[in-house]
Every structure is written in structure tokens, then in C-alpha cells.
């Protein structure tokens, strides 16, 4: 393997240039940086990351847990996130581990216990429980936290969501302002600070245009295409004229069923979903969606969470990501 001595060869550069890239001891201008990392690539040279971890007696790992569940097209959100922390990370030196709590609140606390005890350096967790779980008692790792996408209700900590509430609004608005009243509306678990926020964009686009809200236009299960099949069909029959489809696994479920029944889209049913894949452009007719910014939302996460790791004693925040509303064919 390649040593140091021949990367600052390669990169017409000192030894501790090297040295002080590698390990953010001093700030290096980004072009110098850029050389430095081209170099150590071409040469395939890797940081000895003990030796490493002893002399800054930091570990340069960060932990990323999130609630992947198999079959769930929401994995595509989560890894996007997680593309995004992994640009930033190789910036600054850092290596990811990637742990799953299944959407399963005892799987997230056992997985928090293990960062607890392991060395890294920050976390960013997207929560199972937005709402009541206590991450205050359970996060007692000397290390900071930022919490991404759902906000726990007794979180002090930085946080870094998207304005689903917003976003759900202009998509169920934009069917307001086409004649649509009665407007179904297919929902994952409620409880969720998400699940909950985009109800409450529907909520507010029908208070805005004078239309009364009906339960029985609200459909809530699991967050599975079963579910968004058979509540699309529920909802078929109570005579919508369009329909939101709060997640993207149910947006699958549901477009299955209209398709399955030959019900023309957008004429006797508009649709729109959440989230924006491949699949979505490609329907007939292309279908319109709420886009959330992912990877943007992994490049904040941790973006602050390195500012805390760096010692940053700023007031807690919360940033919060604009998603934009697609409209396609479908509606």
C-alpha cells in the first residue's frame, strides 16, 4: 500500500497537508483538498484509521438508523438520505454505518444501546415514533444526535424535517382549484409526526376553498400496497373524484387497483402520490407527485451534526426542507 510520503509526492504537496486533510486538523483550501484526495485515490492509499482514532481520540464513524421495512418502496427515500450523508462524510474523512430498526420501536432501542457503547462520533436517526417515545432517556451516548424526517414531541435536539404540510396543501389545492370536492385521501398509521402533517395540508387546503371535511373520505391503514389497493377500492365506491395517496408504497397499491378496474385517469379519477421514481414517470398517464427533498435532507442532517462534532455550542435547530409538488398527467 501506498504511504503518505507518496501522496504528498503525487499531490505536489507536504507531508502534513496530507496529514491535515486527513484528519481536519487544520483548515487545507479546497482545491489543495481536491489534489490530496485525487491523489490518495490513484494511489489507492488508505488512513491507518487506529492509528487515526488514537491520535484525535476520535473514531471518524458516524451512525445513521432509520426504519427500513422489506418490501416498502420508502427504503428508496431513506437510502437517498443516506447518499446524501455519505457525499458530505467523504469530504470530511468520515466513514457511515448504516443500522435498521425494522419500524420497530424495541429494534430502534436496542440499536441506540449499541451506538451507545460503540465509538462514534455523532448520529443522525430518523425515529420510529415521532410522537411519544422518550429519545431523551434512550440517546445517553456521548456523542450529538440529529433527528431527521419525524420529530419526537420531547426532542431538544437539532432537527431536520421536510414541509410535508405544505407540500400535501399545493397537491390537494391544485385539485380544489380544478372543481374537485369530494376528495379521497389514503393514509399510512396516524400518530406518525409525518402521517400527521401531510392530513393537516389536506385539512388546510379544504378549510382555504370552503370544502367540509368528511371522514369517510379518510382512508388509514398500514403502509403497505395491500392496504392501498383495498382502501382505494373503499373509496371508489364512496364516489371520489380524485384521490391522494399520502405514501409511495400505498400510491403503488392504489394505482394497481384503478389500473385493475380500468378506471380512466384522470377523467372519472385524478390521482396524485408521494414521492417521485421512475415508475411515476412512465405510467400512463405520468403520474403527479409530491417530490421530497432527500438527498438534500442528508447533506443537512449532517452538515449540522459535524458542526456539533466540531463543538458548535449554537441554540438547538430545526431546519425545515421545502418538497415541491409535480403535476403530471394523472390529475
Excluded: C
Excluded at 52 to 74: F, H, N, Q
Excluded at 135 to 155: A, H, M, T
Excluded at 247 to 275: H, R
Amino acid at each position: 500500500m501506498a504511504s503518505i510520503k507518496e501522496v504528498a509526492k503525487k499531490a505536489n504537496v507536504s507531508t502534513a497537508t496530507v496529514s491535515h486533510v486527513i484528519n481536519g486538523t487544520r483548515f487545507v483550501a479546497d482545491p489543495t483538498k481536491e489534489k490530496v484526495f485525487q491523489a490518495m485515490k490513484e494511489l489507492d492509499y488508505r488512513p491507518n484509521m487506529v492509528a487515526r482514532s488514537l491520535r484525535s481520540r476520535k473514531s471518524y464513524t458516524i451512525g445513521l438508523l432509520v426504519p427500513l421495512v422489506a418490501d416498502d418502496t420508502s427504503n428508496f427515500f431513506f437510502m437517498s438520505i443516506a447518499n446524501g450523508i455519505e457525499q458530505v462524510l467523504k469530504e470530511n474523512g468520515y466513514n457511515l454505518i448504516l443500522s435498521n430498526s425494522n419500524e420497530n420501536i424495541e429494534t430502534e432501542r436496542e440499536q441506540i444501546e449499541v451506538f451507545n457503547t460503540q465509538f462514534i462520533d455523532g448520529l443522525v436517526i430518523a425515529p420510529v415514533n415521532g410522537m411519544d417515545a422518550n429519545y431523551e432517556k434512550d440517546l445517553l451516548g456521548d456523542y450529538p444526535v440529529v433527528v431527521i424526517d419525524r420529530k419526537p414531541s420531547e426532542f431538544q435536539g437539532d432537527v431536520v424535517l421536510v414541509n410535508n404540510r405544505k407540500a400535501t396543501y399545493d397537491a390537494v389545492s391544485s385539485l380544489l382549484k380544478k372543481g374537485h370536492r369530494s376528495i379521497g385521501y389514503i393514509s399510512g398509521a396516524l400518530g406518525i409526526t409525518t402521517s400527521d402533517e401531510r392530513l393537516g395540508g389536506y385539512k388546510d387546503a379544504l378549510k382555504e376553498y370552503s370544502v367540509p371535511f368528511e371522514h369517510r373520505f379518510i382512508k388509514e391503514g398500514p403502509a403497505t400496497f395491500r392496504s392501498g389497493y383495498e382502501l382505494a377500492s373503499k373509496l371508489l365506491k364512496e364516489g371520489v373524484t380524485a384521490l391522494f395517496a399520502a405514501n409511495n408504497v400505498m400510491t403503488m397499491g392504489a394505482m394497481s387497483f384503478l389500473q385493475e378496474q380500468k378506471v380512466n385517469i384522470p377523467n372519472e379519477i385524478a390521482v396524485i402520490g408521494y414521492d417521485d421514481y421512475d415508475w411515476m414517470k412512465v405510467m400512463s398517464p405520468p403520474l403527479s407527485v409530491v417530490k421530497q427533498p432527500s438527498f438534500e435532507l442528508g447533506k443537512k442532517a449532517v452538515e449540522q451534526l459535524l458542526k456539533r462534532m466540531e463543538g458548535s455550542l449554537e441554540e438547538s435547530k430545526e431546519v425545515l426542507l421545502e418538497a415541491e409538488f409535480i403535476e403530471r398527467g394523472s390529475s
